[in-house]
């Protein structure tokens, strides 16, 4: 028996749930004709199915010719007809704005029933777009979609101009950014281009104007209006803005976020940071504690809620510049965003590449940084895996990142064997967790190889809003090829591509070893070294079997494992290779932790040297029992596959690449 007959069957019994569900999976299965599909579409609407499916299916069906009358006919009484007085009202108060505004040229507006498009609510968040003249749905829009999607700051020699931008998130966002012409002592109007009047028009249902009207910063163009860009306003309207002094960049002028994520350590974050500084838009400090951040912002709700003026504020906080400070205190309903800002703009010494007079707001470049990220997976009985992290979900919840209204990520990764190694040395040559020191104690080297195989930090949730905008740098591609990698993260991230991020410096010194060993600049060496002494080829092959899927989607050719079939028993070999992150975990335990551990038997304390030796030996190997235990378990889980879900149950998905511009390319790519 087909599912559709299924479906049937159980409609014929009023069993509607299962033949909601059964409907469901017959068009997911495909190869129905169309009045099945039609059958399906209007049993789960009438019934109360999932109504998303049923709405798809008739705009599907629409589209191909099938059925046009009747399906157009429930679209528009289901979906359209409700919604058209919200859809009218919104379109004649954005006339109506628009009207009395100076700066848009043309008050021909059609009437509603004239407008050339309408829009079908499809969800909360979004239409299906009908096309009247041509007689066809378009695709699935949600204008409110947080995703900034195209270099508009590319170029600030000339005031912003900006072409159809139909999105009321990008909207708002140049609004938001473009700074206001009295401020910067020029003319700095944002201008809107539009090739059509009639499309326009059409968005002025769906989109709300009005908010952006207020400073009357954007001036409206449409068609061959281009000729007037950029417009004399001294000449036509009589205002002159170089009388006004440049206004410094303040605390309220910063409304995005470039967050500059964490995806393990030694995984060349130092290195972005590098090449970001004294960026004339960015407000950009090296990597920070995100819990001393924390510390701070809770440092400075409490003083600033004891301060009674603002001199108070200006002469009493040190820990920020006066300015700084009595600019807080006059900000009423403060958020964690505008104490964040203020901490960077008091750190003189990395502010001063920034550029006040610029065209645009800055963005605050923030890399909150953890001692450890660690991950791990929660599975069910469908086999199905949930990444768990304490330190992402602090992230997720901090109101910090809850006060931006725009956030672009980026996520720098570097080879993981190698990252893994060098993580390994510096624990050991840096940390020196292998030496006994007092400020050790207590403190060992983790199961380093577990962790890398178990960090997934590049899977990104698509409901989380965090990951909306975002994209994965490779640590290689910034490099060997600087001139495409950093022209293209430039792009993404909305901000002109600078001669700062032509070399590498700190506090705008050029080339300097911002830490003891880093190599300086855009030197390569970092990535040929293997750090062969910090790891073995077994426990490199281990890490790149269990993140095989990260491998071949972010373009790394695998140098250890052989990428062939895996059973228990292969990785059992491997187990025996791990030779080096044992010992040093072993080590890290006798030298930090057993000194100060008091062994007995039946409550008689052991001093006995090979007694003592014995009992710690004994420890030791059953650790390294443990830790392969959980090793081939997490091999084992991952043979079969690679699916991984958020906590809702839908699927995570791998963060977007970074593309290059073959042209700008300087290197082959690396592999």
Same mark, same amino acid.
């Given at each position: ?14 069993? /509607? ?7 469901? /999976? ?37 589209? %191909? ?23 009218? &009202? ?50 699935? /829009?949600?204008?409110?979609? +947080?995703? $900034?999607? @195209?270099?508009?700051?590319? #170029? ?75 417009? *004399? ?6 205002? *002159?803005? &170089? ?8 605390? !309220? ?10 995806? &393990? ?22 990597? $920070? ?22 001199? *108070? ?23 964690? !965003? ?23 707001? +800055? ?16 599975? #069910? ?15 997720? &919840? ?15 990764? @570097? ?15 840096? @940390? ?5 020191? %007092?400020?050790? !104690? ?11 195989? =178990? ?20 640590? %290689? ?5 600087? @001139? ?11 901000? +002109? ?15 300097? %070893? ?31 079997f269990c993140l095989r899927d990260a491998y071949q989607f972010y373009g790394y050719d695998f140098h250890y494992y052989d990428g062939g079939p895996v059973d228990e028993e292969r990785v059992k070999e491997w187990l025996e290779g791990f030779t080096n992150v044992n010992e040093k975990i072993d080590i890290s335990w006798r030298k930090n932790v057993m000194p100060e ?18 009992? !710690? ?24 596959? =690679? ?8 699927? =995570?998905?791998?963060? +977007? ?7 700008? =390319? ?6």
């Open positions: 028996m087909q599912t559709i007959d299924i479906a049937r069957r159980c409609a014929e019994l009023n069993a /509607v749930a299962d033949a909601n569900n059964a409907y469901v /999976v017959a068009l997911h299965q495909g190869g129905l004709a169309p009045e099945e599909r039609m059958e399906a579409a209007v049993y789960l609407l009438r019934m109360g199915g999932n109504y998303r499916i049923a709405y798809t299916q008739f705009s599907r069906l629409y589209n %191909e010719g099938q059925f046009r009358e009747e399906c157009l006919d429930i679209m528009t009484q289901a979906f359209y007809a409700p919604n058209v007085k919200l859809l009218k &009202s919104r379109y004649e108060k954005n006339c109506a704005a628009l009207k009395k505004y100076p700066y848009l040229f043309r008050t021909d507006f059609p009437q509603f029933e004239d407008l050339s498009l309408r829009f079908y609510p499809f969800d909360d968040n979004g239409y299906l777009p009908f096309d009247l003249a041509g007689q066809a749905f378009g695709g699935y /829009v949600n204008f409110n979609h +947080p995703v $900034v999607s @195209r270099n508009f700051f590319k #170029d600030l020699e000339n005031p912003i101009l900006a072409q159809d931008v139909y999105s009321q998130y990008e909207l708002e966002y140049l609004y938001d950014n473009v700074r206001p012409s009295e401020d910067i002592g020029r003319e700095n109007h944002l201008y809107l281009h539009y090739e059509s009047w009639e499309t326009f028009c059409a968005h002025l249902q769906v989109l709300n104007l009005r908010q952006i009207l207020k400073e009357r910063k954007i001036v409206f163009l449409f068609g061959a209006e281009i000729s007037r860009y950029p417009i *004399d306003f001294k000449e036509m309207y009589g205002i *002159d803005y &170089s009388q006004y002094p440049v206004k410094p960049i303040g605390v !309220k002028d910063i409304h995005r976020l470039i967050w500059h994520t964490q995806l &393990s350590s030694d995984n060349g974050g130092d290195f972005f940071n590098e090449v970001f500084d004294h960026h004339p838009n960015i407000l950009c400090m090296p990597s $920070v504690m995100f819990e001393s951040v924390e510390k701070f912002i809770v440092e400075y709700k409490e003083n600033f809620a004891q301060f009674q003026t603002i001199q *108070d504020a200006g002469s009493r906080f040190t820990s920020l510049t006066p300015q700084v400070a009595r600019e807080l205190f006059l900000i009423k309903n403060r958020t964690d !965003k505008d104490y964040l800002a203020a901490m960077f703009l008091s750190q003189t010494s990395y502010m001063e590449g920034l550029d006040h007079a610029s065209r645009i707001a +800055p963005a605050l470049f923030f890399q909150p940084h953890f001692s450890h990220l660690m991950y791990d997976m929660k599975h #069910d009985e469908k086999g199905r895996t949930v990444l768990l992290s304490r330190e992402y979900d602090k992230i997720l &919840s901090s109101p910090i990142f809850k006060a931006f209204k725009y956030i672009k990520t980026f996520t720098p990764m @570097r080879r993981v064997t190698t990252s893994y190694a060098a993580t390994i040395r510096w624990m050991v040559e840096k @940390r020196g967790m292998l030496e006994g020191r %007092e400020e050790r !104690k207590n403190t060992i080297i983790p199961d380093m190889v577990s962790d890398r195989a =178990l960090n997934r930090s590049f899977m990104i949730d698509p409901e989380d809003r965090l990951y909306k905008d975002s994209v994965l740098v490779r640590f %290689e591609d910034g490099k060997t090829n600087p @001139r495409a990698t950093f022209t293209a993260l430039a792009a993404f991230l909305d901000i +002109p591509y600078t001669e700062s991020m032509t070399y590498c410096s700190e506090r705008g010194v050029h080339d300097v %070893e911002t830490a003891e060993g880093n190599v300086v600049g855009f030197d390569t060496a970092t990535v040929y070294r293997t750090y062969d002494e910090y790891a073995t080829d077994e426990e490199r092959a281990y890490i790149e551990a008091a062994i007995s038997i039946n409550g008689t304390p052991i001093t006995e040297n090979d007694v003592l030796e014995d009992s !710690k030996k004994t420890f030791l190997e059953k650790k390294k029992a443990e830790m392969d235990v959980l090793r081939l378990k997490l091999a084992s889980r991952l043979m079969d596959g =690679l699916y991984f879900i958020n906590k809702n149950g839908q699927p =995570l998905r791998m963060m +977007p690449k970074l593309e290059l511009d073959p042209a700008l =390319l300087d290197q082959p790519l690396y592999h």
